[in-house]
């Protein structure tokens, strides 16, 4: 069983950021399985890079939606996501230098943060957006998986 299920009432009512999210768990997920059973250094950098750039791709596109419907709040939500952003490599920077261990306490961690965020301050963005833009696939955005986005921002 995953660490965490996708429980509907995590999703905020805007198709691809829901999606982003449900992704970000099940790298949360896959984090927590790697952690526990995987002793190789090379696995937890790895699934921490692919953590770190889904985490920056998401932020980025939630970040244009906000914009793009001018949003309230804009600024302390992007704070917000700087600040996990740092948290994020700092982690990696720290487990890379051999400075610091990751625990799966760690990811749990990760985990509220995110459940937390989204319900908290991701469901406000929704009342905001005017229907005709109640989608983003019309940001040509998309995620490539190998840490880059198939676009130029
Ligand atoms: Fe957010
Ligand atoms: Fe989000």
Redo the contacts with the bound molecule.
Sequence with gaps: MPLTEWDPAYN?GIKE?DE??QK?VELLNKTYDIILYSTKKRDIEQILKELIDYTNY??AA?EHVMKENKCSGYRAHVNR?NEFKQQLNALYAGYHSGEAFVSTDVVLFLREW?LN??LK??IKIVSQVLPPHTSISGNSASFSGSGTRSDSP
Excluded: Q
């Design positions: 905020i950021i982003h999210h970000l998401h932020f939630e996501h995110l965020h989204i301050a991701d």
